[in-house]
């Protein structure tokens, strides 16, 4: 079924890109803008397709600034993205984003005690996360009610099954800050990344695991595809409170 799903999809960015398409980002940074020629007779079920796939485009016209759709590689989008050679160069350019929005508080290398491991695994109690972000009580004021937010980082180009594993342990862990408090994390983020496609979208989404990567010289995170940090293309902070993911329990 994924399979079929990834062939519709690369079949309708063919299509697409036959007729000169191109996609770019809203001036809020929140949604996609696809330019169909006039005189393009893209098929229905194609441009169908292509909306279904919406978080995948406004990835990619974020990380690009628009882009014609001929040269879209939908394998980048399973992995992650940049072009950070190892991961302490993936490390220092986040924390140089991060920093310079002057709204969290950076802290590397938070060591976890993980209270609920999985039965049966060889699991360690002890974990360790890249960075905890600490939201200052300027980034508070102006809406941010999520707490402290978790970043994996690796370097470009990785398959992201594994840090996507990584990050639902983190998910189950009590953190213990350097300012002598405990914390847990209700959202976690992998750096750098823009977008997933299919069930691993799905399944990040619903346990509250999201993407961090630079727009426009700006650190941006998002939670599928919607935004709950970043700046928007005239440069204001962009906040969402209000998520409606990561609230099912059973049944989907």
């Known amino acids: ?60 016209s974020c990380s690009s600034g628009g882009k014609h759709i001929e040269n879209i590689c939908i394998g980048d989008y399973e992995r992650t993205s940049g072009s950070y050679e190892n991961e302490a160069d993936a490390e220092d350019h986040f924390d140089e984003l991060a920093s310079r929005s002057g709204l969290w508080k950076i802290h590397k290398q938070v060591v976890g005690h993980s209270w609920q491991p999985r039965p049966g695994a060889d699991q360690k109690n002890t974990l360790r996360i890249d960075r905890i972000l600490q939201p200052t009580q300027k980034l508070i004021d102006a809406g941010w009610c999520h707490g402290c937010a978790g970043v994996e980082v690796k370097a470009s180009g990785l398959k992201i099954g594994k840090p996507v594993s990584q990050m639902l342990d983190y998910s189950r862990c009590v953190w213990s ?19 997933a496609l299919g069930n691993v979208m799905s399944i990040m989404t619903q346990n509250n695991l999201g993407f961090c990567y630079e727009h426009r010289g700006h650190l941006r995170l998002s939670i599928g595809s919607t935004v709950t940090f970043g700046f928007d293309s005239v440069g204001q902070l962009v906040v969402r409170s209000l998520l409606r993911v990561g609230k099912k329990a059973g049944s989907r």
């Open 177 to 195: 800050m350097p300012t002598g408090n405990t914390t847990t994390l209700k959202y976690t983020f992998l750096f750098p990344c823009v977008s």
């Open 1 to 60: 079924m994924v399979a079929q799903l990834k062939l519709d999809l690369v079949q309708a960015l063919l299509d697409a890109g036959r007729f000169g398409c191109f996609i770019g980002v809203s001036e809020d940074g929140r949604d996609i803008i696809l330019d169909v020629p006039e005189d393009a007779a893209l098929p229905r079920e194609s441009l169908d397709i292509l909306k279904q796939y919406k978080s995948l485009l406004l990835a990619l």
